[in-house]
T-cell receptor, first 116, second 109 residues
Framework: GAVVSQHPSRVICKSGTSVKIECRSLDFQATTMFWYRQFPKKSLMLMATSNEGSKATYEQGVEKDKFLINHASLTLSTLTVTSAHPEDSSFYIC????????????FGPGTRLTVL | KQEVTQIPAALSVPEGENLVLNCSFTDSAIYNLQWFRQDPGKGLTSLLLIQSSQREQTSGRLNASLDKSSGRSTLYIAASQPGDSATYLCAVKGNQFYFGTGTSLTVIP
């Protein structure tokens, strides 16, 4: 099956710093990628849809200036958490859309962000 | 807005038992429904995907059914094993993916 990677898998940073998370589709091209956030013992919540070569589409309530998304190539999308605060601590998961008759999403392994 | 609910929230069974996980959704206008497995601190592993025109899908000991008109799906796990212990999430695809609240499964050796 299609493989999606995320880097880093874990990151700890101080309040006020920025953190970049990478999402890569390893064996297919993805014009569309998605970023999700998962709180402890909660389900996944879609943050934004990342489109290659154009601006990301953010879900209601997600600050676009806080969570910067860049989809510069067909295999890479990045999420940058700017001026991180402890409440940004969470598990961030990306997925990439494989366009076939099924249009299936393949998910990355997630990134655990802890802001001190 | 689509709402996806999973019952039960947690389930503990002895090894070898057959079990059923339930997923319900409020808007039947979906493209597909997918079941995932998530291990603690890990990402999602896709188990089964059912297209809106299909009624069920099978993979090994897993069988997923879909009744779109009633807004329900079930995931049947046969002969459960300790390695099946994980959180199981269902997700329906409309204009975006909507995830359920998950069922935490523990299979006791």
């Amino acid at each position: 099956g299609a493989v999606v990677s995320q880097h880093p898998s874990r990151v700890i940073c101080k309040s006020g710093t920025s953190v970049k998370i990478e999402c890569r589709s390893l064996d297919f091209q993805a014009t569309t990628m998605f970023w999700y956030r998962q709180f402890p013992k909660k389900s996944l919540m879609l943050m934004a849809t990342s489109n290659e070569g154009s601006k990301a589409t953010y879900e209601q309530g997600v600050e676009k200036d806080k969570f910067l998304i860049n989809h510069a190539s067909l295999t890479l999308s990045t999420l940058t958490v700017t001026s991180a605060h402890p409440e940004d601590s969470s598990f961030y998961i990306c997925s990439a859309l494989l366009l076939t008759s099924v249009n299936e999403q393949f998910f990355g392994p997630g990134t655990r962000l802890t802001v001190l | 807005k689509q709402e996806v609910t999973q019952i039960p929230a947690a389930l503990s069974v002895p090894e070898g038992e057959n079990l059923v996980l339930n997923c319900s959704f409020t808007d039947s206008a979906i493209y597909n429904l997918q079941w995932f497995r998530q291990d603690p601190g890990k990402g999602l592993t896709s188990l089964l995907l059912i297209q809106s025109s299909q009624r069920e899908q099978t993979s090994g000991r897993l069988n997923a059914s879909l009744d779109k008109s009633s807004g329900r799906s079930t995931l049947y796990i046969a002969a459960s094993q300790p390695g099946d212990s994980a959180t199981y999430l269902c997700a329906v695809k409309g204009n975006q993916f909507y995830f359920g609240t998950g069922t935490s499964l523990t299979v006791i050796p």
